[in-house]
């Protein structure tokens, strides 16, 4: 299967990878993902994101699962990085 490459804000791949060392449900694959775009540094705000298709529902469902535990601020950017996730191509 092809790889999606997302473009996430900056804000919602930190607040995944705060969140995913708080709750153990993320695996570990897409946390190391993450934090290798992290890394790669941003200048415009956002991070690309490359994961296998399965990686990326994985994200956008935990995404939506953790939104419903987390503060109205955080929970929002969570669905909008999850809706993000299921129309990348």
Known sequence: MAIKVLTLPLLAVRLMLDLARETPALPSGIVTTLETA????????????????????????????????????????????????????
Request: glycine residues 12%; charged residues 10%.
């Open 38 to 89: 992290a890394s790669g540094g941003s200048t415009d705000g956002s991070y690309q994101v490359a994961l296998q298709p399965d990686d990326a529902t994985a994200l956008g469902a935990w995404c939506r699962a953790i939104a419903l535990w987390v503060n109205p601020a955080h929970a929002g950017v969570l669905i909008i990085a999850a809706g993000t996730i299921d129309t990348a191509k």
